[in-house]
């Protein structure tokens, strides 16, 4: 058949014309437009999804890679993994380095490399903390789920272990001073489950994740060991704004969590409220205040009326 060529109209041209000159305006670029001028690299998402991923197999051999692993030649393959990680993993802080000082009077890009350097050994050494943390994730969320057959089923199939281990790397990177990168790991853990675990929130051992569609951790939260939250479950902020109607930043303003709580699907938990041990928090739950250890907060017993979410 022949090809049918469609000719643009002199209103297309102009169309064309007028956009292209008003969208190069730098005056409208405020944060939108990086300026890459001096050839410094950005911030990849798909070298940090391979980052997640090898980590995640670093963990758990032969559970995220489409490659036979055996027990006489493991060491080789978790060296291999490693410094395939390690390698992009420096190229990527280095990255978010540049992005967040470029613009700062002392910044240098060969200090910026060092630093990329200490952080990256940094995280090296505490993969085996990583595999210890998310084995007792795995172990949690099969002790508590009677339909999980096996832990290989949990590791291969949850959604809570990719949402946790996403969460596990990015809060490291968080602690050791990475811009932008801890956030987009979380987000890229958030897009496959859609469970929102801010990079900045603090969660103790074994904690476990049940279903999990809809979970919100806010980045103040801090959460004890041995808690176990269903689908759906919002631990959030009340909404404070100053008198410029922007939100107030810098102060903490998420919930904090005991050890050994349990809070059902649904459950809403906002402000800095504290939950004490052994609580359990029916579904459907508003909560803007404190809740005693080993209390089972029902919704009849919720008398606060509820907040402004934010």
Not at 292 to 310: D, E, N, R
């Amino acid at each position: 058949m022949p090809q049918v060529i469609m000719r643009k109209s002199q209103d297309l041209y102009d169309a064309i014309s007028e956009s292209m000159t008003q969208l190069a305006n730098g005056e409208t670029f405020e944060c939108v437009c990086c300026d890459s001028a001096d050839e410094l690299p950005m911030p990849s998402s798909d070298r940090l999804k391979d980052i997640v991923r090898l980590c995640r197999e670093i963990s758990f051999p032969g559970f995220f890679a489409d490659k036979p692993v055996h027990q006489s030649s493991l060491s080789y393959y978790q060296g291999v993994c490693i410094e395939e990680m390690a390698h992009k993993m420096r190229r990527e802080v280095y990255a978010g380095l540049c992005l967040k000082n470029q613009r700062e009077k002392e910044f240098s890009t060969e200090a910026a490399k060092n630093q990329a350097d200490a952080i990256t050994a940094s995280f090296v050494r505490w993969l085996p903390t990583l595999r210890r943390l998310l084995v007792g994730d795995v172990n949690a969320i099969f002790s508590g789920d009677p339909a999980a057959h096996d832990r290989e089923e949990v590791i291969l199939a949850y959604p809570a272990v990719r949402a946790i281990s996403g969460y596990r790397i990015a809060h490291k990177l968080y602690t050791l001073g990475v811009p932008f990168i801890p956030r987009v790991i979380t987000e890229i853990a958030h897009g496959e489950t859609g469970i929102d675990i801010n990079p900045q929130a603090e969660i103790g051992e074994r904690f476990a994740i049940d279903h999990g569609t809809g979970i919100v951790i806010g980045a103040t939260c801090i959460i004890g060991n041995d808690v176990k939250i269903y689908q759906g479950v919002t631990l959030g902020a009340v909404s404070h704004l100053d008198a410029d109607k922007d939100a107030v930043r810098n102060e903490p303003r998420h919930p904090i969590i005991g050890n050994n709580v349990l809070i059902y699907s649904q459950a809403t938990l906002l402000g800095r409220i504290h939950i004490g041990d052994n609580a359990v928090i029916d579904g459907n739950v508003w909560l803007t205040t404190d809740v005693p250890s080993g209390v089972h907060v029902t919704q009849q017993s919720t008398q606060k009326a509820p907040a402004q979410a934010g």
